[in-house]
Structure formats: C-alpha cells, structure tokens
C-alpha cells in the first residue's frame, strides 16, 4: 500500500486532535498537529521580545526559530530551537496571540513549508491536522475531513480541558479566535470543496474516530 495522506480541519474544540492522534495510531499513520507549529512560533515571538501587534516584525522574524515536530501520534512533541514547549504553547497567553501571528503571511509561507517536507517524509503516510491542510497546504491529499460542532458543544469540550474554565468566557475566547482564523486573506480556516464535512456535536470521540478509520481504509 502506498502512504496516505489524510487532511483533518476545523475550528477549535470539534475534537481535531484527540481524532487525529486516534485515527493515526490505529492505522500506523504519522501524525503532525499544525496548530502546535503556529503555537511554537508565536511563544518564540513572545519569548524573545517581538511585538506581535506589529506584522512586520513578525515578518521579519518568521525564518529564526527551528521548529521541529515529532510527528508519533502517542507521543507528539514539538522543540523551538532544540528547547521542549509543549507545556508552554498551551498557555492562555499563547493562544490570545496565535491569530494574529498565524495570520502573517511570511510565517505562513514558512511553516506550510515544514508542513510540505514532514508529510513527504512519512513513510506510511499521515494525518494532519489544522484550518488550512485540505485546502491550501495538501490539496491533494487522498482524504479530507472537515470536523464542526455546535459553539455549546465546541466551548463545553474546551471547559473540560482546561479544568474548571469558565464556559462562557472559554466560548467567547474560542469564537473570537475562529472568527480571526476564518477572516484572514491568506489560507483562512475553511473547508475544502472536497472534503466530507463530520459534525460531531453530538457523537462521542470514539463514534467520530471509528467514521474516520473508515473513511480512511476505504481510501488504502
Ligand atoms: O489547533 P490549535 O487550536 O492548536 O491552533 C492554534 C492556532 O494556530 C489557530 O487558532 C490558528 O490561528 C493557527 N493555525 C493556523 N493554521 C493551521 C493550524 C493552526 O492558522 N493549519
């Protein structure tokens, strides 16, 4: 069987990772969570003095740190120049100002690049995960899933996350961050024209995972 490149997207809190960490396992697929790059590059813009209101200087910045992903879906890890951020990435800190980073295009550019190189180098194919893969970054990949979910049911997953969040501010922060993803000129979060669209409202994680393992082997 030739490697199978499978493109998961969709708004935050619809389940993305914990489906796609899941489907990789259970089929012997790498696994590259592109949300984790765009975090390690903004807390590398944050970490070393960047003004982050300011796209230029992101620009300007966006080719220094060495981002470097692990890509075994039991055991994903992300280092920004050789240093472990996978705690410091999942701050509130970060993911207030992932966005606004995310959307300079010169940081685009790089990370669909590293994107583009870790997909070609699987050798059993992979799943990847992000707003953009189906459409801009593995356009052709053999399968894209485009995940939605209700705002209740995508803020109360987010609340059970972060333990004790509150759910109407974790909604509103989660809604304010999909309206900037879906609103930016370069690759917003959009679902490709070809990709099968899951609402996972009301499924359970294990119901979304098996839809996908199926949808995948009827692609192998
Ligand atoms: O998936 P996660 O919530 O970790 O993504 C964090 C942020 O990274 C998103 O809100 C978005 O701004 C950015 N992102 C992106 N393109 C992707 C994946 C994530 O712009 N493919």
Redesign the pocket.
């Known amino acids: 069987a030739t490697a199978v490149i499978v493109a998961i997207d969709g708004p935050?809190g619809t389940g993305?990772?914990s489906t796609s960490k899941a489907v990789a396992a259970q089929l012997g697929l790498s696994y590259l969570?592109?949300?984790?790059q765009?975090?390690a590059i903004t807390w590398w813009m944050v970490h070393n003095g960047i003004d982050i209101t300011d796209p230029a200087a992101i620009a300007a910045a966006a080719d220094k740190p060495e981002i470097v992903s692990g890509t075994d879906p039991s055991a994903p890890t992300i280092t920004v120049d050789g240093t472990d951020v996978a705690g410091p990435i999942r701050t509130q800190d970060v993911t207030s100002k992932?966005?606004a980073v995310?959307a300079v295009p010169e940081v685009r550019t790089r990370i669909t690049e590293l994107q583009r190189s870790i997909a070609a180098a699987a050798p059993h194919g992979i799943v990847v995960e992000?707003?953009?893969?189906g459409t801009t970054?593995l356009p052709h990949a053999d399968l894209k899933i485009f995940l939605t979910a209700s705002p209740e049911a995508r803020a109360a997953r987010r609340s059970g996350e972060l333990k004790g969040a509150d759910v109407n501010a974790t909604r509103e922060a989660l809604l304010k961050?999909d309206a900037?993803?879906s609103g930016r000129k370069v690759a917003p979060l959009a679902k490709a024209d070809d990709a099968i669209e899951v609402d996972t409202s009301d499924l359970t994680l294990q119901q979304v995972i098996e839809c996908v393992v199926t949808l995948v082997e009827e692609k192998r």
């Open positions: 935050s993305k990772s969570d592109t949300g984790a765009y975090r992932v966005s995310s992000g707003r953009d893969i970054v961050r900037a993803d």
